[in-house]
């Protein structure tokens, strides 16, 4: 803070740019929130207020809740398909159910059946503070005429639909009823309520679609059954027309065709058995004496008996002609016995040979019959299936008919059976019970919410102030915007430092004894201890240290704006300075206002303006304060004058400043401010260091920038910047070290006081 001034040319730029860093951007918002704590801590404390009257005002919401599942996998009362379909559940049908359970149909049952137009809560303004405002002045609004029981229904579905939640949870079937009211009781009895009326609606809905389908089934199953008729005497008719006879689901000539058949098949075989067994006689009947094995296959007693006696005659003839010789009469004897036998076997073989002639005879004049059978046969089925693919086509349609006939009677027996016992999907899982705790207001949330949205507001209200805060308030801000030291900062002085002086020392004279104003001119002096003369004491002192650089004798003092305390600063500092021993001048040369004039010396009639016109002398002029010895040269008589610049401009102003340098160790000039008039630019050839004033809080910043920036004579020799009127304790929350409590905790113990 006592360094020499920074070059001026810093002036001409912005602010300065900060590298960012994330440490460097929390810090800052460290540093807003510190600024704009109390702001934050209003509207945060006025959110949880808003927060706490809407708690203690709101009336206060109970939610029952119902479960209620679509139920895939339904109980079949009759094993046949449902007459309308069973629609398969899906996610889909779920979502659609959600929206009919929303449906004002549903929403219209309950409101009927509970009687809830007549419930205040359905029809009034609603409970709490709220609802009482709402119901005044919806009253007032009102055209006097009672409301319709359609109005009041509209109302009240309104309400309901505004209350009541439905809900499908997650992917599964089961959806939540819930509603809320203010009675716990009346929230489960309207939950229950919506249940129940769903699967009524369900019920009725179910009832309607299968008596509808029972009505129309009447008439199809009348046309089917004239139409089944038709078609069966159709297939009848025709029968009869092509002589077609229908013997156990076959026609008779198909059944004669194959009796036929299996006659000709078998009389086939028998004339070929006859034939093998001809065949076979004629080849036996070729030898003299069959053996024993053809005798045997003949099976004829008589052949066996002669063959028997023919082998025992054989043998004896053999042993008589060995014995007695062949042509003893005996041999002979049993020879020609022989030949009989022979003789008889062959006429047996010979009958034999034609009954087997005649049995191959008949068997094949048979088997000639069934040929000529099976050919007429035969000849008469072509016929009859030349007819029997237009049979085949009747009897398809009378089929086709009697089917659907059996099956539409089927469904209308089905359907009758579900009227009179109708059944649906849904059903509930879980009943709505009358709620314990109340579901809204919830303290926790709302205060939390309160508490959030109050920190939000706040911190945007912070940032908006600080974004719009256009004014000097800290050391770094004068640094960083105008490139010059801020060289101290004075406190205010109370009440009485906020008008100007010359409202100030006017106030104090009026005050008298009975409300004393402290004399602001002489605070250093008569609050030699106090945070003010401290800081003027910085000011002298980095005067002094700036004294080893250039010559540092004849100060002025200037602002931007009037009444930022530059006269209060100019006296306490040439008092301080006079009050140390130094030989101090104060020079009123604010000519277009004296103001400080005005105050020290209300009663001089002559002043700067007479000096330098060389109207009155120097010593004249002066007054001297009795106890600091300080040396002051008031304006003077200015109210005539029009070019108060030419006369600061002047020769003779400049060898008056150089008398004064001579005769005294400091030159304090007040100034006029910079924005109303230019009087302080011609005075930068004779000063040699301003001192510029700057109101805390209050002077626009780039209203400041502005003026010095069009006044580069002055940035040369701008000592530094002085805020002044500085509030110490919201210092604090921008730097610290300037802060109340800093100083107390610190300072105190050195015997400076407020």
């Known amino acids: 803070m006592l360094q020499v001034n920074k070059p001026s040319s810093e002036i001409n730029r912005g602010y300065a740019e900060v590298e960012s860093s994330p440490t460097q951007a929390l810090t800052s918002y460290l540093e807003i929130?510190?600024?704009?704590?109390?702001?934050?801590?209003?509207?945060?404390?006025?959110?949880?207020?808003?927060?706490?009257?809407?708690?203690?005002?709101?009336?206060?919401?109970?939610?029952?809740?119902?479960?209620?599942?679509?139920?895939?996998?339904?109980?079949?009362?009759?094993?046949?398909q449902s007459v309308l379909g069973d629609i398969a559940v899906d996610s889909a049908t779920v979502e659609t159910q959600v929206e009919i359970l929303k449906s004002e149909n549903i929403s219209l049952a309950?409101?009927?059946?509970?009687?809830?137009?007549?419930?205040?809560?359905?029809?009034?303004?609603?409970?709490?503070?709220?609802?009482?405002?709402?119901?005044?002045?919806?009253?007032?609004?009102?055209?006097?005429?009672a409301p319709s029981e359609f109005e009041l229904t509209r109302k009240a579905l309104g309400l309901f639909e505004k209350n009541r939640t439905i809900k499908r949870l997650g992917l599964t079937y089961v959806m939540e009823i819930g509603y809320t009211s203010k009675d716990p009781a009346k929230a489960a009895k309207i939950a229950n309520a919506i249940a129940d009326a769903y699967i009524v609606d369900q019920l009725e809905a179910k009832y309607q679609a299968t008596r509808r389908a029972s009505v129309w089934l009447q008439d199809r199953i009348k046309e089917l059954r004239t139409q089944a008729s038709a078609a069966q005497k159709a297939v009848v008719d025709f029968k009869t027309a092509n002589n077609i006879v229908d013997t156990g689901g076959r026609l008779m000539n198909e059944q004669q065709l194959a009796e036929v058949n299996s006659q000709l098949i078998m009389a086939h075989a028998a004339t070929a058995e006859a034939k093998a067994r001809l065949d076979r006689m004629?080849?036996?009947?070729?030898?003299?004496?069959?053996?024993?094995?053809?005798?045997?296959?003949?099976?004829?007693?008589?052949?066996?008996?002669?063959?028997?006696?023919?082998?025992?005659?054989?043998?004896?003839?053999?042993?008589?002609?060995?014995?007695?010789?062949?042509?003893?009469?005996?041999?002979?004897?049993?020879?020609?016995?022989?030949?009989?036998?022979?003789?008889?076997?062959?006429?047996?073989?010979?009958?034999?040979q034609q009954s087997y002639k005649s049995d191959y005879d008949i068997a094949l004049t048979r088997e000639e019959s069934i040929k000529?059978?099976?050919?007429?046969?035969?000849?008469?089925?072509?016929?009859?299936?030349?007819?029997?693919?237009?049979?085949?086509?009747?009897?398809?349609?009378?089929?086709?008919?009697?089917?659907?006939?059996?099956?539409?009677?089927?469904?209308?027996?089905?359907?009758?059976?579900?009227?009179?016992?109708?059944?649906?999907?849904?059903?509930?899982?879980?009943?709505?019970?009358?709620?314990?705790?109340?579901?809204?207001?919830?303290s926790l949330i709302v205060l939390a919410a309160s508490l959030l949205g109050g920190l939000l507001l706040a911190f945007g209200a912070a940032m908006a102030r600080e974004l719009t805060d256009k004014v000097f308030r800290t050391t770094g801000q004068v640094e960083d915007v105008l490139?010059?030291?801020?060289?101290?900062?004075?406190?205010?002085?109370?009440?009485?430092?906020?008008?100007?002086?010359?409202?100030?020392?006017?106030?104090?004279?009026?005050?008298?004894?009975?409300?004393?104003?402290?004399?602001?001119?002489?605070?250093?002096?008569?609050?030699?201890?106090?945070?003010?003369?401290?800081?003027?004491?910085?000011?002298?002192?980095?005067?002094?240290?700036?004294?080893?650089?250039?010559?540092?004798?004849?100060?002025?003092?200037?602002?931007?704006?009037?009444?930022?305390?530059?006269?209060?600063?100019?006296?306490n500092l040439a008092q301080l300075m006079a009050h140390g021993g130094a030989r101090v001048i104060l020079v009123d040369?604010?000519?277009?206002?004296?103001?400080?004039?005005?105050?020290?010396?209300?009663?001089?009639?002559?002043?700067?303006?007479?000096?330098?016109?060389?109207?009155?002398?120097?010593?004249?002029?002066?007054?001297?304060?009795?106890?600091?010895?300080?040396s002051i040269l008031p304006a003077g008589t200015t109210s005539k004058l029009l070019h108060t610049n030419e006369i600061l401009a002047s020769k003779a102003m400049h060898a008056l400043v150089t008398q004064l340098r001579s005769q005294f160790d400091y030159v304090v000039l007040d100034m006029p401010p910079m924005a109303p008039v230019v009087d302080v630019r011609v005075t930068s050839s004779f000063v040699d260091s301003y001192v510029f004033v700057v109101e805390w809080g209050k002077t626009n910043i780039d209203v400041v920038r502005h003026n010095l920036r069009g006044s580069p004579e002055i940035q040369d020799k701008l000592l530094g910047v002085v805020l002044n009127k500085a509030d110490t304790k919201a210092l604090a929350r921008y730097e610290s070290y300037h802060g109340r409590y800093y100083y107390q905790k610190y300072y105190a113990r050195y015997g400076y006081v407020e």
């Not at 006025?46 to 927060?51: H, K, M």
């Not at 004897?333 to 034999?352: P, V």
């Not at 001119?521 to 800081?535: G, Q, T």
């Not at 003027?536 to 540092?552: C, F, G, P, Q, T």
């Open 33 to 80: 929130i510190r600024r704009q704590f109390p702001t934050i801590v209003a509207i945060v404390s006025a959110c949880v207020i808003l927060g706490l009257l809407y708690l203690f005002t709101a009336a206060p919401q109970f939610t029952s809740t119902a479960s209620m599942v679509i139920d895939t996998r339904k109980v079949q009362l009759f094993q046949q």
């Open 110 to 145: 309950v409101i009927r059946d509970l009687h809830l137009i007549e419930d205040p809560e359905f029809t009034g303004s609603g409970g709490g503070v709220f609802g009482a405002v709402v119901g005044f002045i919806g009253g007032l609004l009102s055209d006097g005429h």
């Open 282 to 352: 004629n080849d036996i009947f070729k030898q003299d004496i069959p053996d024993a094995n053809v005798a045997d296959a003949l099976k004829n007693d008589t052949i066996v008996k002669l063959r028997a006696q023919y082998v025992d005659m054989a043998s004896k003839e053999s042993i008589w002609a060995m014995k007695y010789g062949s042509d003893h009469l005996a041999a002979v004897n049993l020879r020609r016995q022989m030949a009989e036998i022979k003789k008889n076997i062959a006429d047996e073989l010979g009958r034999i």
């Open 372 to 442: 000529g059978s099976l050919a007429n046969v035969v000849s008469e089925s072509q016929l009859t299936n030349q007819a029997q693919v237009q049979l085949r086509e009747l009897d398809s349609n009378a089929q086709s008919y009697q089917a659907m006939y059996d099956n539409f009677l089927q469904r209308y027996m089905e359907s009758v059976q579900q009227q009179s016992f109708p059944i649906t999907e849904a059903r509930v899982i879980s009943a709505a019970t009358t709620p314990l705790v109340k579901s809204s207001p919830k």
């Open 483 to 571: 490139g010059a030291n801020c060289i101290a900062i004075l406190p205010a002085l109370g009440a009485a430092a906020a008008p100007g002086l010359g409202e100030r020392m006017q106030i104090g004279k009026r005050a008298g004894k009975g409300n004393p104003q402290p004399d602001l001119l002489r605070y250093v002096v008569d609050n030699p201890l106090s945070r003010f003369a401290e800081a003027v004491r910085s000011v002298k002192v980095a005067i002094d240290l700036n004294s080893i650089v250039r010559e540092n004798r004849v100060l002025a003092t200037t602002s931007t704006l009037p009444n930022e305390g530059k006269s209060t600063l100019s006296t």
């Open 589 to 630: 040369a604010d000519l277009r206002n004296p103001s400080l004039s005005r105050a020290l010396v209300p009663d001089a009639k002559i002043g700067l303006v007479d000096v330098v016109a060389q109207k009155a002398r120097l010593e004249d002029a002066l007054i001297v304060d009795p106890e600091t010895k300080l």
